[in-house]
């Protein structure tokens, strides 16, 4: 990590606990600047952390994702995904229409990480939350978006 911190010119916190866990990354050659916080993000998912913001402007925090929850930035995973990665810490809210929000959680559930992802589900408001990394956000709401439809017309039996 302090490789990465002196090549991105970035300040990192990270405790004690987050210390003992070793990240080697190999490259048969120099890893680009403009590609090293991403090769970062996805070797420090692998040892299930991750990498936020700090509460102090200009630092950045390495924190373990066993509650996701508590460390997701709130947004839309698709624009997080596209401006920082993959491998961010993101919590959405997906609105229901169609479907039940306990069935629907049981139908996201299993795609989230384990441990840290979590889904929500609130029912009074027909509303899921979801927090995980903004990659397995964003797969979950294309999943929620294909699965609440409408259902389609019942088939009526001919009696006669």
């Known amino acids: 990590m302090e490789y990465v911190s002196q090549r991105l010119e970035m300040k990192i916190l990270f405790d004690e606990a987050v210390s003992t866990k070793k990240i080697r990354i190999r490259s048969t ?34 924190v373990p994702v066993a509650r996701l929850g508590n460390i997701a930035q709130r947004g839309d995973a698709q624009q997080i995904v596209e401006q920082k990665g ?8 997906f609105t ?30 027909k509303i899921l939350i979801i927090a995980d990394y903004a990659a397995n956000v ?7 978006e294909a699965l609440d439809q409408p259902q389609t017309a019942k088939r009526v039996k001919d009696t006669i």
């Open 86 to 93: 993959g491998a961010v810490p993101v919590m959405q809210v």
């Open 138 to 144: 964003l797969r979950a709401g294309e999943l929620i």
């Open 96 to 125: 229901l229409e169609h479907t039940d929000v306990t069935q629907m959680q049981q139908l996201v559930q299993p795609f989230l990480s384990q441990p840290g992802g979590v889904c929500t589900p609130v029912k009074e408001a």
């Open 29 to 62: 050659g120099d890893i680009p600047v403009d590609s090293l916080y991403q090769v970062l993000q996805s070797a420090l998912k692998m040892k299930e952390l991750a990498i936020i913001d700090a509460e102090v402007t200009g630092w950045k925090r390495i």
